[in-house]
């Protein structure tokens, strides 16, 4: 089936910027822009691109086989690459220098392998340039999580003693009513019960 084969070439490329999609940068700091791929049968002259914001290239690489190390094709001059081909996935990341307000968007990471029929694929990578960087204080979600985490504790605890005591209290009662059954026994009737005799019918006049 060749549906089938090409489908199976389709995903054998793959691009990766890693577990998260999303970098902030300080303005007028050095940024890493990360992005690693691999492909199953390997690769032969892969072209490699960066994109920002989908159709300004800011750099174009080529690698000829995993024996050797990526060439420039060509480049923006505040970007450097810092790519190699030494560890299992072919490292192709940037470092855009000197960020600035405007750099804040989509950078795409776009690879061509013609090894596996010039199968291609991308990963893309969004910045956000900020003035300032804000240290996230993680102690009042410290606090909070164990506050949560002590009442659901105690909110636990309560419930397990809510059904103890309702299970103390049901087992008293089911031993009154069972009090009450045998005590009720002189009765007579059919089932037992307190007030059934009061209930039982005269017989019918002839």
Same mark, same amino acid.
């Given at each position: 089936?060749?549906? !089938?084969h090409v489908f199976a070439i389709a995903f054998a490329l793959e691009v990766s910027v890693g577990k998260t999609n999303t970098v902030t940068a300080l303005n007028n700091s050095n940024v890493l822009l990360p992005c690693i791929f691999s492909a199953c049968i390997g690769f032969q002259d892969v072209v490699f691109t960066w994109y920002f914001n989908t159709t300004e290239? *800011?750099? =174009? $690489? +080529? *690698? @000829?086989?995993k024996a050797s190390e990526p060439i420039r094709i060509w480049h923006n001059p505040r970007v450097e690459f810092v790519g190699s081909t030494a560890k299992k996935d072919t490292n192709i990341s940037i470092v855009l220098n000197n960020v600035e307000f405007s750099d804040a968007g989509k950078y795409t990471c776009h690879v061509k392998n013609p090894k596996e029929r010039n199968a291609q694929h991308n990963a893309t990578i969004f910045l956000t340039v900020v003035h300032k960087m804000v240290e996230t204080d993680n102690t009042v979600t410290l606090i909070i &999580? $164990? &506050? &949560?985490?002590? !009442? *659901?504790? !105690?909110? %636990?605890l309560f419930m397990l003693i809510k059904r103890v005591v309702l299970f103390i %209290? +049901? @087992?008293? =009662?089911? $031993? @009154? @009513?069972?009090?009450l059954v045998s005590s009720s026994g002189n009765d007579n009737t059919e089932n037992g019960l307190a007030g059934s005799k009061a209930e039982q019918k005269a017989p019918p006049k002839a």
């Open positions: 089936l060749p549906g !089938l290239m *800011i750099y =174009q $690489g +080529k *690698i @000829k086989n &999580v $164990g &506050v &949560v985490g002590g !009442l *659901i504790g !105690l909110l %636990i %209290i +049901k @087992k008293t =009662q089911d $031993g @009154k @009513k069972e009090c």
